[in-house]
């Protein structure tokens, strides 16, 4: 027959659904509540789900129609999310090698499979450098300066997690410190103990690069050479060429001209803020070279002198029920959602809450919370979906509702206590939830461009931008309680985080530019043959001149942006491409005067949170913002543009 849009694009688009349902269920299972079972199974699918793609999208007839479609779609009878359809399609096949000669299709399938064995494998070794640490902490001496709430959480890791002495003797004060972010970041915060912090962040930083089952060394090596091989067989000079020419980017110059107009600056910030470090260390009489593991040690005595801001301070203001609250609280605001529990639907763990989420008094979606670290569950925070919305499941058929989840690694409270998170660790569960609410308030037809199948250097501009209403006064006073007297946080608490807000940023944004640049000076390598990533990424941070005593976000040996999946490689940067947007974009209600304004809150509904992939994304930001983004208030978000305090 014929091709047309109906008996190949939206056939191509409603294919496969139940295929679909059941893999979602298994990546999430493999990355939430996995298995030894779980992981050897994905092992073993890997390879087959790639090859069962590459048959997909290297079939011969079905790309002949779609780029018979795709050569006419201007003479075609179809509304824009049907031309955008079209296009998505059409880049798909192309980019999975459907224009390869034969030869050329049997070795890219061969690239992809071994590729997906790869990532697979790297993922799960990070997984068990992660899951078999345990940092012992024995009595008083190796509690030395922590607060109450790392203390209870380190306890309470040694209740569910166990530990030698624990287990010998159940009236033992043992606590455990495991590789979780939300223990290991309080800990080299806090604690006295120079010698633990050392150890704690030499375990943290060398994880993947440990000589055994879990070394990622040659894995990460393997996977970047499969890469360059990938991209060449698409013609292109190296891998980084290939993933940003479907990007908003477009380019590597357009990236690294971004990255260096925040490098320098955040450098010499840094340079600035490791003085005031070393000052304070000798005042204490300690050593004045910063190592890694004091940095975050002597930042955090740096800014309760500077700004009267104590952590352990602000951090009984911040539990978990009353952010969760603040999310649900901004998106009804913003947006008319309404979140209602309910418990009875099973779920695969105890912890997971779920919500039916509703618009109007009509169902729009379900919402799943899983916000606990535990071994069995790889480190980070994500959104991931179940299923993802659409309209186009034939004449007669309901809409399909999206089911998406949340997941973090916050360290659960003890028995009856509540879970207390610190304003970074409220940071991240906004962000996930405005990744969430992008999949969530998703409103098209095509399932293809449904909620974040957006490209990558758009994906996080909902996420982020959410983050801002975590910062508001009004939000701040309605839920951020104390969670003892349910008193709201005072104005003054408000008032000294808001001062604090540019503080130690030079660090964060060299560590994460950082990283940034070392994954794509990786993938822009254009010479096959072997790697030692670690002694490639120490050359090029030589190269960058990055301080001493900073460190990166993510070394190579665990970087699972990168490694564990394709989704981020050669594409870390687009957390400060989608701060350029969100930056810009809030200032539109700040402009307005009001930051849940109902016009600016409908334009972000309709043209950002809703659209998904069915407007280009350029036009998308453009529809709602009226114009361009511009970096300036990137850079003053980050305080970049700022004197750095003295006093």
């Known amino acids: 027959s014929v091709a047309t849009f109906d008996n190949t694009i939206a056939a191509l688009d409603r294919a496969g659904r139940l295929f679909d349902r059941v893999a979602s269920m298994f990546h999430n299972l493999t990355a939430s509540e996995t298995s030894p079972a779980l992981q050897s199974v994905e092992r073993q699918m890997a390879p087959l789900l790639a090859a069962h793609d590459s048959r997909i999208y290297m079939h011969a007839g079905a790309f002949a129609r779609v780029d018979a479609l795709h050569a006419h779609g201007a003479t075609l009878d179809l509304d824009a999310e049907q031309r955008r359809v079209l296009d998505r399609f059409h880049t798909d096949f192309v980019r999975a090698g459907a224009r390869l000669d034969p030869a050329g299709q049997r070795r890219y399938a061969e690239v992809m499979q071994r590729l997906a064995e790869l990532t697979t494998r790297f993922g799960q070794n990070v997984l068990a450098d992660e899951s078999g640490f345990r940092l ?94 990938q991209a060449q067989l698409h013609g292109y000079a190296s891998y980084a060429d290939y993933a940003l020419s479907d990007t908003m980017a477009g380019t590597q110059a357009a990236v690294t001209t971004l990255l260096e107009r ?31 593991w004091d940095w975050r040690f002597y930042a955090e005595k740096v800014r309760q002198a500077r700004y009267d801001l104590d952590e352990a ?25 309404v979140f209602v529990p309910r418990p009875k639907i099973a779920v695969y763990h105890p912890d997971v809450r779920v919500y039916e989420v509703q618009r109007g008094g009509e169902a729009i979606g379900v919402f799943l919370h899983d916000n606990f670290a535990r071994p069995s569950k790889r480190s980070g925070a994500w959104m991931s979906a179940y299923r993802m919305q659409s309209r186009h499941l034939g004449e007669g058929a309901a809409p399909v509702l999206p089911i998406i989840v949340n997941n973090n690694n916050f360290a659960k409270g003890a028995a009856g206590e509540p879970t207390l998170l610190s304003f970074d660790d409220a940071r991240t569960l906004f962000h996930e939830f405005g990744h969430g609410l992008h999949g969530l308030l998703s409103d098209v037809t095509y399932e293809r461009v449904s909620g974040t199948n957006v490209l990558r250097d758009f994906v996080e501009l909902p996420s982020q931008l959410f983050e801002h209403w975590l910062e508001e006064r ?163 978000q980050r305080g970049l543009l700022e004197e750095i305090p003295t006093a």
């Open 136 to 229: 012992v902490l024995r009595g008083e001496a190796d509690l030395a300066g922590l607060p109450p709430f790392v203390r209870a959480a380190a306890r309470q890791a040694a209740v569910e997690r166990g530990s030698p002495d624990a287990d010998a003797d159940a009236d033992a004060d043992v606590s455990l410190i495991t590789l979780s972010r939300s223990h290991i970041v309080p800990f080299l915060t806090f604690s006295e103990r120079r010698d633990l912090r050392e150890q704690a962040w030499r375990a943290w930083t060398s994880r993947g690069e440990h000589a055994g089952e879990s070394d990622n060394r040659g894995i990460a090596a393997a996977i970047l050479a499969l890469r360059l091989e």
């Open 262 to 292: 925040v490098w320098q600056p955040a450098k010499a910030r840094a340079l600035q803020e490791r003085q005031a470090l070393e000052a304070l260390a000798l005042s204490r009489g300690e050593p004045a070279k910063i190592e890694p």
């Open 313 to 337: 301070a602000v951090k009984p203001y911040f539990s978990l029920d009353g952010m969760v609250d603040a999310i649900f609280d901004c998106a009804s605001r913003l947006f008319g959602l």
């Open 474 to 636: 009004d939000v701040l006073k309605r839920h951020a309680r104390h969670h003892l007297s349910g008193e709201p946080i005072p104005d003054e608490l408000i008032t000294r985080l808001r001062r604090a807000r540019h503080f130690n940023q030079g660090y964060e944004t060299v560590r994460y530019a950082a990283s940034a640049l070392v994954d794509m000076a990786a993938h822009a390598r254009n010479e096959p043959g072997p790697i030692d990533v670690v002694a490639f990424e120490r050359a090029e941070l030589e190269r960058l001149g990055l301080p001493d005593g900073v460190g990166l976000n993510h070394r190579l040996t665990h970087f699972q942006h990168l490694f564990s999946g394709s989704g981020y490689a050669a594409g870390y940067y687009v957390y400060l491409w989608a701060e350029v947007l969100e930056a810009d974009g809030f200032e539109a209600f700040v402009e307005a005067g009001d930051p849940f304004d109902a016009a600016v809150a409908d334009r972000l509904a309709r043209f950002i949170y809703s659209t998904g992939n069915s407007l280009e994304p350029g036009a998308a930001y453009r529809a709602f913002r009226g114009r361009e983004a511009t970096p300036e208030p990137m850079l003053r």
